[in-house]
């Protein structure tokens, strides 16, 4: 096999990894200013997908504007989470250059979509390929492509320890060569059930002191952590953004889901905000708002914390990692962030609480315990190539391929 990475490689965002100039797996965007994309020209005979975050999906429907369109092969949920992500990319940047397709693109990604089950084993541009659940988020998938003389084993995002919404990536498909993310590598996370505590401690105390929380979150995954979080903790709650439309369409989903009774009381606990004029009265309440963009790079959230920056008894509860440059990592550092083109002190209290989807680094080598006597090609981390080689000094066969660069396995 060649493998050539496209993007995610050596970095976090725009994933994209080419098989043999035949088979494509993710084509992610990176939400930099402008967004960057995966280097090079394309036209693969087939794309599977990993799961539905904008880092491995954004870039796809451009893939559908030529005349020989690939099948798009994914789970059902990351179906649907990717046209999601499609549709709010053409809100945002649609008929600018920042976009690299147009709403027929979308529609022609439809036609083209072939949804498969874990372990469903299907035929993509002459491989054959199967899913594993990879715990990351619903429908994400560790993906295992043979060509009948090697298999190599993309694991996408993954988590090793359960969460509330999904459960635990669990199978270990045989693998001569396993391309592994090493987005949290070099951490060691706090156990979950801490964090969780604290989490609902601080909310709880902020609004019995008359405070409002801002909890900005990512629409798919975080948020309805959030949600199962705040029900299981008896807070009240409201939640807006994308995050409201993915949470009632997961509940169709109920396979995907370590535990459907408990997604679906949280999600009927939760007060859904539906209109632009809700939003004013509601950062006015004693309350929980659940609200995308979760580094504060769009969406409600440059509404609501504006709105509740002025009181220290109010809090912004940051459930996951604020990428350098983002407006959310400049609030959490300085106290200070960029809303609607005017630089705003926030006197309100910030926190972040690390609920990670992702493997830490005890994680990954227990992951990587079962592939000992696999190829290890390293990517979608920021320290790629220090990960490559903590797993040379315990023996296994590991390096961090370049971006742009082409491996032979």
């Known amino acids: 096999?060649?493998?050539?990475?496209?993007?995610?490689?050596?970095?976090?965002?725009?994933?994209?990894?080419?098989?043999?100039?035949?088979l494509l797996l993710d084509y992610g965007m990176a939400s930099t200013t402008p967004p960057s994309y995966p280097v090079g020209r394309v036209s693969p005979d087939a794309v599977v997908v990993s799961h539905g975050h904008l880092d491995h999906v954004g870039a796809l429907p451009a893939l559908m504007s030529a005349s020989d369109r690939p099948e798009v092969h994914w789970t059902a949920p990351t179906r649907e989470f990717a046209l999601t992500l499609a549709r709010d990319t053409l809100k945002l940047h649609g008929n600018t250059p920042r976009c690299p397709f147009t709403e027929t693109d979308v529609g022609r990604l439809t036609q083209q979509s072939r949804p498969?089950?874990?372990g469903e084993s299907f035929e993509a541009a002459g491989y054959e390929v199967t899913f594993f659940e990879a715990g990351h988020i619903p429908g994400s998938a560790h993906v295992l492509v043979s060509d009948g003389e090697t298999d190599l084993l993309y694991t996408g995002d993954f988590h090793t320890n359960p969460q509330r919404l999904v459960a635990a990536s669990e199978e270990r498909p045989d693998a001569d060569v396993v391309v592994c993310e090493s987005t949290y590598a070099d951490v060691t996370h706090e156990p979950r059930e801490?964090?969780?505590?604290?989490?609902?401690?601080?909310?709880?105390?902020?609004?019995?002191?008359?405070?409002?929380?801002?909890?900005?979150?990512?629409?798919?995954?975080?948020?309805?952590?959030v949600l199962m979080l705040c029900e299981r903790y008896g807070l009240e709650c409201y939640v807006d953004g994308m995050g409201t439309d993915l949470s009632r369409m997961l509940r169709n989903h109920p396979d995907h889901l370590r535990d459907p009774e408990a997604?679906?009381?949280?999600v009927s606990h939760a007060r859904f905000v539906t209109s632009n004029g809700q939003r004013e009265r509601v950062a006015a309440q004693n309350?929980?708002?659940?609200?995308?963009?979760?580094?504060?790079?769009g969406g409600p959230a440059m509404t609501y914390v504006p709105a509740i920056r002025g009181s220290p008894v109010n809090l912004v509860a940051f459930v996951g990692?604020?990428?350098e440059g983002t407006t959310g990592r400049r609030v959490l550092e300085t106290g200070r962030g960029e809303f609607d083109g005017r630089v705003l002190p926030i006197s309100a209290r910030t926190e972040l609480f690390e609920l990670s989807a992702h493997a830490d680094s005890g994680g990954l080598q227990e992951f990587l315990g079962d592939y000992e006597d696999a190829r290890v090609l390293v990517n979608h981390g920021d320290r790629c190539g220090w990960f490559?080689?903590?797993l040379r000094a315990e023996g296994f066969d590991a390096s961090a391929p370049e971006?742009?660069?082409t491996v032979e396995v």
């Open 194 to 225: 801490q964090v969780e505590r604290r989490f609902a401690r601080s909310l709880r105390d902020t609004v019995a002191q008359g405070g409002t929380v801002v909890v900005p979150a990512f629409a798919i995954g975080r948020t309805q952590e």
């Open 287 to 297: 309350t929980v708002v659940v609200t995308t963009s979760g580094m504060l790079s």
């Open 1 to 22: 096999m060649k493998l050539q990475f496209l993007g995610g490689a050596g970095e976090i965002g725009r994933s994209a990894l080419l098989v043999d100039d035949s």
């Open 403 to 405: 971006l742009g660069e």
């Open 321 to 323: 990692y604020q990428v």
């Open 116 to 118: 498969h089950a874990y």
């Open 263 to 266: 997604f679906s009381r949280a």
């Open 388 to 390: 490559a080689e903590q």
